[in-house]
Structures are given as C-alpha cells and as structure tokens.
C-alpha cells in the first residue's frame, strides 16, 4: 500500500513538473513595457479684466457669494493673520486630511506658504475664471507669481479643494494658464 502510495505521488510530482514546464515555456518575457494616455477635457475659460483686489474682508463672513469672493475671504485671513478663517476656506477633505498629518503640522506649513506668499504689500490681480465640471479654478496674480486654486460647492459654500490641486491635469492646465500669462 505504500509502494502505490508512493507511486503515485511520485506520478504527480512528475505530471506537476512538467505541467509547469509547459506553462513557464509558453511565455517569453518582453521585459516592462510603457503605453501614453492621452486625455481631452473641455473647460470654459474668461478672463476677469483688470480686477485688482483692493477691498478685504475684517472678519469672516458665512454667506455665498460665489468662488471669486471666496478667494477674497481666503486673502482676507492671510492678510489678518487668522489661521482658523483662513483654515474655513477648504474643503472638509482638506481639513481632515491635514488633521490626520497633525504631527507634519500639514495645515500650518500650508498657511505658512501662503502668509509669505501673499503679504500685506502684495498687490494680487483677478486673472482667469475657468469652469470644468464641478469646479470652478480661479487663476490670480500676487505680484508676478501666477497661483490657480480650484473651487468646489460643499454645504452651499465654495470651498478649496487641496486633492483636486495635486491631479496631473490640474498641474497641466495651471502651466498652460500661468504660460500664457507671462507671454
């Protein structure tokens, strides 16, 4: 009994073997391969015409008034050095992914940015409005540095959106955008 025992999985190691040497011959390696992905996105631009921001906000204010006044209360914060109105001007994403980065201190290297960013001298200019789907993108001038920031609906306010801000295409439209304004 054994013996037959012993056969056969003697047998099965045979047929196994051979099993995978026929699968493992079939195939050749190519080595890695790489493919291009070309995406098209439509999206309606306007560009504001010389709007230069020279009234800001004393404190915050809780009503809807549309992106580009959101982006109006966002400088207005900076300018007042107030972090948590500052902080109300993202989306409760954003907010929650910086509270989990509490210990990177994600939230204030971010305000940290934009205080040195846009100081009370700065002169800051309305330049684009750009609509694609859920999002309107402000693009604005602070000094000479062009600076795009995508707006979302969340509760009835336009909110920041920090995740929409690290897609590739946003990166690519904010170069094309920022291109065309210093051509």
């Not at 001298?121 to 409005?129: T, W, Y």
Request: hydrophobic share 40%.
């Amino acid at each position: 009994m054994n013996r037959l025992f012993l056969l056969l999985l003697l047998l099965l190691l045979c047929l196994l073997a051979t099993a995978t040497h026929a699968i493992s011959t079939r195939f050749a390696d190519e080595g890695e391969r790489s493919f291009t992905l070309v995406e098209h996105y439509k999206y309606q631009r306007m560009q504001y015409q010389d709007v230069v921001i020279k009234q800001f906000e004393n404190q915050p204010r809780d009503v809807n008034e549309g992106p580009d006044r959101q982006l109006v209360q966002f400088l207005s914060a900076l300018r007042k050095d107030n972090f948590n109105w500052w902080l109300n001007n993202w989306n409760q994403q954003t907010r929650d992914d910086w509270q989990a980065k509490s210990e990177l201190k994600k939230a204030r290297r971010v305000y940290n940015y934009w205080r040195a960013t846009f100081t009370k001298q700065s002169v800051v200019q309305f330049k684009d409005f750009v609509l694609i789907g859920q999002y309107v993108l402000i693009g604005m001038q602070i000094d000479k540095e062009y600076h795009l920031l995508p707006f979302e609906l969340e509760n009835n306010r336009w909110r920041i959106d920090q995740d929409y801000m690290n897609v590739v295409f946003f990166q690519k439209l904010k170069e094309k955008l920022s291109t065309q304004q210093a051509g």
